[in-house]
């Protein structure tokens, strides 16, 4: 039984990691700034005959994640493995169009490069980079002289291949990226592993406005996504289940640290021709 910490654990993706975890046995901490869907999870879990508690965590106020790591530890106690969930995108950084038009009007809705909101742009980097510094900060002293802890963060295939209207996260991403690989190299001597997963496109609460308009209807982003996957498809957040298992279990994935793995039904293998 391991004591698993989790961030963003109210959203789609990171709670299905949640429900998954303790269906194994293990305790787990669920965190996230929207506390009411992270503690739906927590009592989903715990219906289920599984232990969690839910905790209103903020990623980037380092002084409360202090204060809910003293509560992790006092109702589970130290943590084993870290997933960095909490990340995402703004609507102030996105563009209209994926190509800049010269002779494109601008307006409240129609955001090109030169539009994009500076503290916008902040906000995409901190809550996916620094919130995941800060958490690792709190949260992997525990690991310090402990055998089979790890840290799972949270990238996406965007880090490899940036996609069009959303630079901020892109970046961000790619910064999680190379985050992952300086930690497992940091952490390698006291055998606190790290890696990350690579999602590639899953439907989300954060991304359903590209994906289908207001009627439900798939946007032609989403047909260029479908077409540009050789599956042919979403993924299901099940499906990104095996490498959690895999990735976390440290007798499985020993020797396995520093990796970025895509699940991505190939679309990164895919050169478009």
Known sequence: ????????????????????????????????INFDSANKVAEQINKNGGSAKAYKTNVLDKENLNGVHKQVLKDFG?????????????????????????NFENGDENITFFDLDKAGFQFVFDLNILGTVLTTQV?????????GCNILNISSMNAYRPLTKIPAYSAAKAGVSNLTQWLATHFAKENIRVNAIAPGFF???????????????????????????????????????????????SEKSSFITGV??????????????
């Open 1 to 32: 039984m391991k004591n698993i910490v989790i961030t963003g654990a109210g959203g789609v993706l990171c709670s299905a990691f949640a429900k998954f975890l303790a269906e194994k046995g293990n305790n787990i901490a669920l965190l996230d």
């Open 78 to 102: 130290k943590c084993d493995i870290l997933i960095n969930g909490a990340g995402g995108n703004s609507p102030k950084c996105t563009t209209t169009n994926e190509i800049f038009e010269k």
């Open 139 to 147: 949260f992997a002293p525990d690991m310090i002289g402990k055998k």
């Open 203 to 249: 439907v989300t609460n954060q991304n359903k406005a590209l994906l289908f308009d207001e009627n439900g209807n798939a946007t032609k982003r989403t047909q260029k996504i479908l077409n540009a996957t050789p599956m042919g498809r979403f993924g299901d957040e099940k499906e990104l289940l095996g490498a959690l298992e895999f990735l976390t279990d």
């Open 260 to 273: 970025i793995l895509p699940i991505d039904g190939g679309f990164s293998a895919y050169s478009g021709v």
